[in-house]
């Protein structure tokens, strides 16, 4: 069992940076891949960045490609989404979540994912 929470979001200027923190509350948390997805009103969850467990390996939408970064320090038992050159479009509830099984590599599906925390607004505006 795995519970996420997620902390840092917040209102930003475009072209601003945020970093957002999930916290794993639960010792295994260092064994399992991490992600991160975004929903805006009225659309569809959609993958934002995955990490695997170790941190070694990450995968990211075409749309956050070199503006966004995930990490993990798992002696902390946190993963982090560093967000720079925000834009507008980037404004969203931001969700963290785990996958459902130790150990793979970075998954962009939202059905591999079994744990997921409660979210944190994004907002980006001028």
């Known amino acids: 069992q795995v519970l996420l929470v997620e902390s840092g979001g917040g209102l930003v200027q475009p072209g601003g940076s945020l970093r957002l923190s999930c916290a794993g509350l639960g010792s295994t948390f260092s064994r399992y891949s991490m992600g991160w997805f975004r929903q805006a009103p009225g659309k569809e969850r959609e993958f934002v960045v995955a990490?695997?467990?170790?941190?070694?390996?990450?995968d990211h939408a075409d749309s956050v490609e070199g503006r966004f970064t995930c990490s993990r320090d798992n002696a902390k038992n946190t993963a982090y989404l560093q967000m720079n050159s925000l834009k507008p479009e980037d404004t969203a509830v931001y969700f963290c979540a785990a996958v459902g099984r130790p150990g793979g590599g970075p998954e962009k599906s939202l059905s591999a994912y079994h744990y997921w925390g409660q979210g944190t607004q994004v907002t980006v505006s001028s």
């Open positions: 990490i695997n467990w170790s941190g070694s390996t990450t």
